[in-house]
C-alpha cells in the first residue's frame, strides 16, 4: 500500500497541548541539574516528533491521516509531561536525515537504531531492545538461513536489515546467496508481496514481523536472528538540552507506570520495552 505524502504537511498543522509537571532526577545525555532543564522546557513550545509513517507498531500514518503507535504514544506522553505541543512530522523513511538536518523535525524517534550508528547522532537512552530476522511463509519450505539460497528476499531501505545484508562484516555473504535482494520504501510494500509470493521471504525487526504476524497467522520467523540491536532517539547532536530533557521525562513516565501502560497496547512489542526494567 502506498502512502500519501501529502499527510505529512495535514500532520505538521496538527498539535495536541498537555500539562506540565517538574523535571526529576539528571539525564544520560550530559549533567545538567533537573532545573536547567526546566527552564529550557518553558521556552520550547512545540515538539517536532519525526518519525517514519509506515513502520508498525511503534509509529504509523493511516488512511485517514491519523497516527498512532507506541513511539507516536510515549512522544505525546513525553509532551504532556511538560506542557509541550505535539506536532505530528510523518515521513518516508529515507528521508528521515534530510528531514531532521532541514529542522522540518526535532528528533528521529521511530524505532530507529542506535548499533552502529553511535557517531552519527546525539542519542537518547535506548528504550526498546530488537532483533532481526527472516519471515516466511509457512508453507515456503523455508526453515533455516541457509534455505534462503537461491531466493528472492525483501528488506526495506534504510533499515538496521538492509545495512546488515549489505555490511561486508554482518550478512552479505549471506545475502550473496539470495538470488535477489529486492528493496522497498516500506514493510507494508514487502509483506503484501509475500503473501502474494511476488518474494521468498523478508528480513525483518523482529517487532515489525510480531505485528505482521498477529495480523495474519500465514507467516512464520525463521529461529534464527540476522543480528541484533537496540532502538533510541535520535537528535542533532548540537541539540543536548533537548535531549536531556527527554530522557528526564522518559525516567519519569517509567516509574509512573506510563510506559508500561502504553507498552501493553502493542503486546507484539511489550516484552522488548527496557524503560524501566
Not at 53 to 63: A, F, K, Q
Request: glycine content about 8%; charged content about 25%; overall charge negative.
Amino acid at each position: 500500500m502506498q502512502m500519501n505524502l501529502n499527510r505529512r504537511d495535514f500532520l505538521r498543522g496538527t498539535a495536541m497541548l498537555f500539562a506540565a509537571p517538574t523535571v526529576l532526577g539528571l539525564v544520560a545525555c550530559g549533567s545538567k541539574p533537573a532545573a536547567d532543564a526546566d527552564a529550557t522546557a518553558e521556552a520550547a513550545k512545540t515538539f517536532k516528533h519525526g518519525f517514519d509513517l509506515d513502520y508498525r507498531p511503534y509509529s504509523y500514518l493511516d488512511d485517514n491521516g491519523e497516527t498512532g503507535g507506541f513511539d507516536v504514544e510515549l512522544a505525546q506522553a513525553v509532551c504532556a509531561y511538560y506542557g509541550w505541543e505535539y506536532v505530528a512530522v510523518p515521513f518516508n523513511w529515507d528521508a528521515k536525515d534530510a528531514e531532521l538536518q532541514a529542522g522540518s523535525c526535532d528528533c528521529i524517534w521511530s524505532g530507529f537504531t542506535i548499533n552502529g550508528r553511535e557517531d552519527d547522532y546525539l542519542w537518547s537512552k535506548p528504550y526498546s531492545d530488537n532483533t532481526q530476522m527472516v519471515m516466511v511463509k509457512k508453507d515456503s519450505g523455508i526453515a533455516t538461513l541457509a534455505d534462503l539460497a537461491g531466493k528472492k528476499v525483501g528488506v526495506q531501505t534504510a533499515t538496521s536489515a538492509y545495512d546488515l545484508l549489505n555490511d561486508e562484516e554482518g550478512q552479505k555473504a549471506l545475502a550473496d546467496t539470495f538470488a535477489s535482494l529486492e528493496v522497498y520504501e516500506t514493510y507494508t510494500i514487502a509483506i503484501t508481496d509475500l503473501k502474494a509470493g511476488a518474494v521468498d521471504a523478508i528480513a525483518v525487526d523482529v517487532t515489525r514481523a510480531n505485528e505482521a504476524i498477529a495480523n495474519d497467522d500465514s507467516f512464520v520467523l525463521l529461529d534464527e536472528a540476522l543480528g541484533s540491536e537496540q532502538y533510541g532517539i535520535g537528535f542533532r547532536k548540537e541539540d543536548t538540552e533537548l535531549c536531556e530533557q527527554v530522557n528526564a521525562a522518559l525516567d519519569a513516565l517509567a516509574a509512573d507506570g506510563t510506559v508500561a501502560t502504553i507498552a501493553a497496547k502493542y503486546p507484539e512489542i511489550e516484552e522488548y520495552i527496557i524503560l524501566g526494567k
